[in-house]
């Protein structure tokens, strides 16, 4: 996919985002001051504060589709891998905040007060429009292979959990069950801090070199071996560059062949490769010829 039209689904999903938030915080803190709820207002700030996340989203996608330069020959997709970090780091927050509030009012036995039905409505209001956002996000995020964005969506739904304890919460206090509050705010945030530690770990593999899933590499294979002139496969190797793939492969040829048909067997396996994988950025193509042997390394 055009790297300009990433960009620009990428800002346009998180500008959506960021406007959303805005009128969702102003939403909360009017609902906050009106029915009463310290737990409102906080959550309007956390709706206020999702904005930072957006605009990591923007800047990360932006930086990393810039083209190669002479300091950067393999272009700077990684840096986007550096966005989907620091969102993972704002959910674990997140998580860990609710669960520890949670923790804390269920052990100091702290007093949960009754909030009014505003507040309810609020949180119904919440639950729906950040899932809708959660989906709008992903399905944008899947589209255009962002992990930035697909971290944004998880944000999205970690916000609809959220308010899903605040409604449970809100409804257990006027039924009398006012501890439920405090349960679903512990359950929710050890949610989200498994969520966070997912999209870390995938940003942390995608920036160590890590090889593409077994799937992928065997479709690869198979287009290798589907080239006419292709005797043997002897070595493949893939790497994740950010949501790119650099593959590097080694064919074995007959070993009769001039130099410039052994070539032109080469040049048809990179082609493949390449036009076949749509996030393959670069492929590299060795030729061997049959029943070589490789030395070992001393």
């Known amino acids: 996919m055009d790297d300009k039209l990433v960009v620009k689904t990428a800002v346009k999903v998180s500008t959506v985002s960021i406007v959303l938030n805005i009128v969702l915080s102003m939403l909360k803190l009017l609902a906050g001051i009106f029915g ?4 409102m207002l906080s959550d309007a700030i956390h709706s206020l504060s999702d904005v930072f ?15 190669e330069d002479a300091d950067h020959p393999f272009g700077h997709d990684r840096l986007e891998c550096l966005a ?24 100091t036995k702290a007093p949960i007060s009754t909030p009014g039905k505003i507040a309810l409505f609020a949180a119904i209001v919440s ?3 950040k899932e809708g956002m959660f989906w709008y996000t992903k399905i944008n ?11 944004e969506a998880w944000h999205h739904r970690s916000d609809a959990l ?10 257990g206090a006027m039924l009398g069950l006012k501890i439920l ?30 090889a593409c899933d077994d799937e992928t590499i065997e479709k690869m294979k198979k287009e290798v071996h589907n080239v006419d002139g292709v005797k043997g496969l002897d070595l493949i190797k893939t790497r994740m560059f950010g949501t790119k793939i650099y593959v590097e492969i080694e064919i074995s040829v007959d070993g009769n062949l001039i130099l410039k048909d052994a070539h032109a067997i080469a040049e048809q396996v990179h ?28």
């Open 36 to 39: 009463k709820s310290m737990a």
């Open 84 to 107: 989907s970090l620091a969102l993972g780091a704002i959910l674990f927050f997140t998580g860990a905040m609710l669960a520890y509030e949670g923790i804390n009012k269920i052990y």
């Open 127 to 129: 639950i729906i429009a």
């Open 141 to 151: 995020a899947n589209r255009i292979n962002s992990d930035a964005l697909r971290a």
């Open 53 to 67: 996340g957006s605009i990591i989203v923007i800047i990360g996608v932006k930086v990393s589709k810039k083209k």
């Open 181 to 210: 509050d405090p349960i679903m705010g512990c359950v929710i945030g050890l949610v989200i801090i498994k969520v966070a530690f997912d999209i870390a770990k995938e940003a942390i593999d995608k920036m160590v070199d890590k």
């Open 271 to 298: 082609d493949n490769i390449e036009k076949n994988f749509e996030y393959v950025k670069h492929c590299v193509v060795h030729v061997n010829p049959y029943g070589y042997k490789h030395k070992k390394k001393q």
């Open 162 to 171: 959220s308010s899903v304890g605040s409604l449970i919460g809100v409804a």
